[in-house]
């Protein structure tokens, strides 16, 4: 079993910043994907970018330039480094975790940003 704790998020003007952290803990292997979701009010959860356990990152196109996700293998983090924030940022943010067939989610971190 995993388990994920999303901490960071919070109230903050448009054009401000946030860092989100995702601690994980359990049976963690060595090859994982690790990403960020979110989920706004009455919409579909959507990737908002991932990581590979050797570092790769990948972005969707509406944070691409804004965001920056990076992880601490060695204290089994994940860190989303949101810069320039805009109102349809808002949502619950997401950690997730993919390792052998299964899937792993936080229990998510409120972000809002005010115009």
């Known amino acids: 079993q995993v388990q994920l704790v999303e901490s960071g998020g919070g109230l903050v003007q448009a054009g401000g910043s946030l860092r989100l952290s995702c601690a994980a803990s359990?049976?963690?292997?060595?090859?994982?994907?690790m990403g960020w979701y979110r989920q706004a009010p009455g919409k579909e959860r959507e990737l908002v970018a991932s990581i590979t356990s050797g570092g790769m990152p990948n972005y969707s196109d509406s944070v691409q330039a804004r965001f920056t996700i990076s992880r601490d293998n060695a204290k089994n983090t994940m860190y989303l480094q949101m810069n320039s924030l805009r109102p349809e940022d808002t949502a619950d943010y997401y950690c997730?975790?993919?390792?052998?067939?299964?899937?792993?989610w936080g229990q998510g971190t409120q972000v809002t940003v005010s115009s």
């Open positions: 359990g049976s963690i292997f060595g090859l994982n994907l």
């Open positions: 997730s975790l993919k390792q052998r067939g299964n899937a792993y």
